[in-house]
């Protein structure tokens, strides 16, 4: 790599590295995944920053590179069955203080019980401001689809919470 391009990529690296482990950490959930996800996307990037760096959007690039090295690692955990949670996936017990780290805890619990496409789609739309046809540029989809997958995906955490708050079912009686 030649120390103009150097410079340059160190600089996106430097100003868009955080915004993108965001973006991996939402659509994991978990910090060490998201970490390696973000670092073979940089490291990818790096590869081909000659061509991306002269591009409009080298952050675009990253970001689509970031979503299918996600979408890689969920297919070959989902062909292999090696996945194994690590908790009982209950909701999370606290005191009121903490309500906004239960939330927090909530909707990353609503987000990893999403499909990764509508996973994508919202964490793209709510927490990297992308509009639809970013979206759809960036998957390479169409609007309507970002549209009614972005619409399933809430109606999916919507109901989620309604189901944690409404207790369990059948309770009460002795």
Same mark, same amino acid.
């Given at each position: 790599?030649?120390?103009?391009?150097?410079?340059?990529?160190?600089?996106?690296?430097?100003?868009?590295?955080?915004?993108?482990?965001?973006?991996?950490?939402?659509?994991?959930?978990?910090?060490?995944?998201?970490? #390696?996800?973000?670092?073979?996307? %940089?490291?990818? !990037?790096?590869?081909?920053? /000659? $061509? *991306?760096?002269?591009?409009?959007?080298?952050?675009?690039y990253a970001r689509r590179v970031l979503v299918n090295?996600?979408?890689?690692?969920?297919?070959?955990?989902?062909?292999?069955?090696?996945?194994?949670?690590?908790?009982?996936?209950?909701?999370?017990?606290?005191?009121?203080?903490?309500?906004?780290?239960?939330?927090? #805890?909530?909707?990353?619990?609503? %987000?990893?019980? !999403?499909?990764?496409?509508? /996973? $994508? *789609?919202?964490?793209?739309?709510?927490?990297?401001?992308?509009?639809?046809?970013?979206?759809?540029?960036?998957?390479?989809?169409?609007?309507?689809?970002?549209?009614?997958?972005?619409?399933?995906?809430?109606?999916?955490?919507?109901?989620?919470?309604?189901?944690?708050?409404?207790?369990?079912?059948?309770?009460?009686?002795?």
């Amino acid at each position: 790599m030649r120390p103009d391009d150097l410079a340059e990529f160190s600089a996106f690296v430097r100003a868009r590295s955080a915004a993108l482990f965001r973006t991996a950490f939402l659509l994991t959930g978990e910090r060490g995944q998201a970490e #390696d996800l973000v670092q073979s996307a %940089l490291e990818r !990037l790096c590869r081909h920053w /000659r $061509t *991306v760096g002269r591009a409009q959007a080298p952050e675009a690039y990253a970001r689509r590179v970031l979503v299918n090295l996600v979408y890689d690692r969920h297919r070959s955990r989902r062909r292999s069955g090696t996945e194994v949670p690590l908790d009982d996936g209950g909701p999370a017990s606290g005191f009121d203080a903490y309500q906004q780290i239960l939330s927090r #805890d909530e909707l990353m619990r609503g %987000l990893r019980a !999403l499909p990764v496409n509508m /996973r $994508t *789609v919202l964490v793209l739309r709510y927490f990297d401001d992308m509009t639809d046809a970013e979206i759809a540029t960036a998957l390479g989809i169409r609007a309507s689809t970002v549209r009614s997958q972005a619409a399933r995906g809430l109606a999916k955490l919507r109901a989620a919470a309604q189901d944690r708050t409404a207790g369990p079912a059948g309770g009460g009686t002795r």
